[in-house]
T-cell receptor
Framework: AQKITQTQPGMFVQEKEAVTLDCTYDTSDPSYGLFWYKQPSSGEMIFLIYQGSYDQQNATEGRYSLNFQKARKSANLVISASQLGDSAMYFCAMRESGTSYDKVIFGPGTSLSVIP | DVKVTQSSRYLVKRTGEKVFLECVQDMDHENMFWYRQDPGLGLRLIYFSYDVKMKEKGDIPEGYSVSREKKERFSLILESASTNQTSMYLC????????????FGPGTRLLVL
């Protein structure tokens, strides 16, 4: 069963607009971490933002924020004021504690294109 | 800055060849990982290692093996390369803490003819 779902294979956004990239996850572990990564066409994976399952507040990092809804098991990435350099693949990932502690599971990714 | 390096950016091999992909990290991380990335499938874990000489199978270990003789180095081995192993291979490392991100190498794009 898919543990991380990203339902938007491709997204377009106008420059300077905000965009939300969806991510839902499945776990029975009470302690887990959620990550978002950006992968430009150059191929490097860039860490963007982290949310812990016990964190009380939604994570924010500059123009990136994470809309964490624990009961719905969703961790959507919000990018404000999109820039042309934001065009890339975006991956949601989950790290669980317990026996699979060191495994990180990735979603299939969303391709974001920013239109001038 | 954390640095994860991979031995090659691009590699072309023939079917049946033995292929070695090497990954080195310089931050004394306990964990190291090998993923393959294919369009529409995201990153799929091949193997990971949480200590020297320790390894665990990931989701798609068939056709691959790994070696970790030193903490900083994690090698992926394709014993007999096949065309369906043509892919992008990403190495990553991380500390053993839930909230810590993985750090990725630049990737190796492997073409098996």
């Amino acid at each position: 069963a898919q543990k991380i779902t990203q339902t938007q294979p491709g997204m377009f956004v106008q420059e300077k607009e905000a965009v939300t990239l969806d991510c839902t996850y499945d776990t029975s572990d009470p302690s887990y971490g959620l990550f978002w990564y950006k992968q430009p066409s150059s191929g490097e994976m860039i860490f963007l933002i982290y949310q812990g399952s016990y964190d009380q507040q939604n994570a924010t990092e500059g123009r990136y924020s994470l809309n964490f809804q624990k009961a719905r098991k969703s961790a959507n990435l919000v990018i404000s004021a999109s820039q042309l350099g934001d065009s890339a693949m975006y991956f949601c990932a989950m790290r669980e504690s317990g026996t699979s502690y060191d495994k990180v599971i990735f979603g299939p990714g969303t391709s974001l294109s920013v239109i001038p | 800055d954390v640095k994860v390096t991979q031995s090659s950016r691009y590699l072309v091999k023939r079917t049946g060849e033995k292929v070695f992909l090497e990954c080195v990290q310089d931050m004394d991380h306990e964990n190291m990982f090998w993923y393959r990335q294919d369009p529409g499938l995201g990153l799929r874990l091949i193997y990971f290692s949480y200590d020297v000489k320790m390894k665990e199978k990931g989701d798609i270990p068939e056709g691959y093996s790994v070696s970790r003789e030193k903490k900083e180095r994690f090698s992926l081995i394709l014993e007999s390369a096949s065309t369906n192993q043509t892919s992008m291979y990403l190495c990553a490392s991380s500390p053993r803490r839930l909230q810590e991100t993985q750090y990725f190498g630049p990737g190796t794009r492997l073409l098996v003819l």
